[in-house]
């Protein structure tokens, strides 16, 4: 490893052994970079500085200049106000605005380490991702800060931008001069990104100032292939890292432009698309079929890139998607444990009811339990590896996902003889709905706070619309009525939004074996009753 800038260690004194590590691969002559490198720095140095960077809802727009400008002030007040040092980790909260993107890009360009999290997490899971990565600086939306100071996290300084207050963030005096990179090393960590275990525990993904490039330099320059002129948009949070990637990341990279939407649905994107003249678009096949249903009267004749992730791309979502625009969808899987995705295909490389094949820089495998490859045409677990790794904050399930030098993402795949890669399902208890990544045991602790809750089991069942729905399957105290929405509105208070079940059923017990094992193959293939 190259000799860090970091002058909090955290977070490399926390990367896994490196007997633990994933091979990593450099294998295009654009991934050698050097040993020096911030990431937020290179972004920001793409784009001329009269060159639209960020497009709000209203009609408004940030230039590349004006980026530079705001990013180097916010950087001066996390260094100069809030004492902040390179390694330091720092919370990012908020909507999808030009803001929440600038302070991310300060955070790094002060060679800090940026924690970015949904604004729609609850004080409980706030506590624990800040316990985890030993967070003590935060900058919030104002309109977010109430749940995070909730989550009484000791040691926290919360600053709020975007209010009125006289010490915003924005409003508090900086130096109206160029903030200096650190020059951090290429493989200091710049980001923890949290992804839900199946054990309901998040884990920490920690990614290096390269990953941030190569991400851009794989994915989006040799499959997405963007263009100056592009304008990105999308519904994936800069709390995803495929929202990250597709709104903040490639666009920079690109010299493009993005439109920030803090509603992003299919009734907003629709229009917005118009409005803005969109040309790339990221979101999840839900919406996509969700927006087929209401397209007459938008004009969608901007948009050449639409990408797919988050979850199964259906082959009849992707047919009727060309029929009513004739644009073909980029699917992709990609992984928070690596950044963004590694297996997809563009253009006349598509193949409907595929994932597709191997991102230039990346290779992939389909193997058995015991890492030995399958031979083509059977089922297995999708093994992968290229310029990005795993690497977890300080989590033994690393030696869960990193076996024999590869990454192995949880998912059954088939090779097909051609070399296209075709999902089967998902390996574990992750339950994807509408592209959100629901941990049925991470739910189930949350219900099991409540008063009236014995035992629950949640797991996902099929749905047309949504790819998956979460059903809480939910033993009562005695006595305790069998209402579903006084549990709802419990976990709304515990846990993001999207985590609480579609469905709840009532049962006197969970099934089980003999000896007391939760059968949960039984509830994910039950009806009503198991």
């Known amino acids: ?59 408004s727009s940030w230039t590349y200049g004006v980026l530079r400008a705001r990013v180097d002030r916010i950087a001066h007040v996390l260094t100069r106000e809030l004492g902040v040092v390179p390694g330091n980790r720092v919370l990012l909260r908020g909507p999808t605005t030009p803001w929440l993107a600038a302070c991310w890009l300060a955070v790094l360009k002060a060679g800090a380490v940026a924690v970015t999290v949904l604004a729609q997490q609850r004080p409980h899971e706030l506590a624990t991702m800040c316990e985890m990565a030993r967070v003590r600086h935060a900058l919030c939306d104002v309109r977010a800060v109430d749940d995070l100071a909730k989550a009484g996290i000791p040691g926290l300084r919360i600053l709020a931008y975007g209010g009125e207050a006289p010490d915003d963030l924005l409003r508090r005096p900086a130096p109206d001069t160029p903030f200096p990179a650190v020059g951090t090393a290429a493989d200091d960590v710049a980001l923890i990104a949290f992804t839900s275990g199946t054990t309901g525990r998040p884990k920490g993904c920690m990614h290096f100032h390269r990953d941030v490039l190569a991400v851009a330099d794989t994915f989006s320059a040799h499959v997405l292939r963007p263009r100056p002129d592009d304008v990105f948009t999308g519904s994936p949070p800069l709390g995803f890292t495929f929202g990250l990637g597709g709104l903040v990341i490639f666009p920079l990279r690109a010299g493009a432009s993005a439109l920030l939407l803090e509603q992003a649905g299919p009734r907003q994107l629709l229009p917005a698309i118009a409005g803005h003249r969109v040309s790339v678009l990221f979101t999840a096949p839900t919406a996509y079929r969700a927006m087929l249903e209401a397209m007459d009267g938008h004009d969608l004749s901007s948009l050449r890139r639409c990408v797919s992730a988050g979850e199964n791309l259906p082959a009849a979502t992707w047919r009727a998607w060309h029929e009513r625009t004739g644009l073909r969808i980029i699917n992709g899987i990609g992984a928070t444990e690596l950044l963004h995705i590694f297996v997809s295909a563009a253009d006349e490389r598509i193949r409907p009811g595929t994932t597709g094949v191997p991102v230039p820089g990346w290779q992939a495998r389909v193997q058995d339990a015991y890492g030995e490859p399958v031979p083509d045409g059977e089922p297995g677990l999708l093994a992968v590896r290229g310029p990005v790794g795993c690497r977890y904050l300080a989590d033994p399930r690393q030696r869960e996902y990193v076996r024999g030098g590869w990454n192995v993402t949880g998912d059954t795949y088939v090779r097909e003889s051609d070399g296209y890669f075709r999902y089967v399902a998902r390996a574990d208890d992750m339950i994807i709905s509408a592209g959100y990544n629901i941990a049925g045991p991470e739910v189930e602790d949350a219900l099991l706070r409540h008063p009236d809750v014995v035992e629950t089991a949640v797991v996902g069942r099929p749905d047309e619309v949504r790819g998956q729905v979460a059903v809480a399957y939910t033993v009562l105290r005695d006595g305790a009525p069998r209402d579903p929405e006084p549990l709802r509105a419990f976990l709304k208070a515990e846990l993001a939004p999207y985590k609480c079940p579609r469905e709840f059923v009532f049962l006197d017990a969970l099934p089980r074996t003999a000896t007391g094992k939760l059968q949960r193959f039984r509830l994910r293939t039950a009806g009503d009753r198991p």
Do not use: I, Q
């Not at 007997?19 to 002559?29: C, I």
């Open 1 to 59: 490893m190259n000799v860090s800038a970091h002058v909090d260690t955290f977070t490399r004194d926390h990367l896994p052994p490196p007997d633990e590590w994933p091979e990593l691969r450099f294998d295009l002559a654009e991934l050698r970079y050097p040993e020096r490198l911030n990431c937020a720095a290179e972004l920001l140095g793409r784009g001329d500085t009269d060159r639209p960077v960020f497009h709000t809802p209203d009609g």
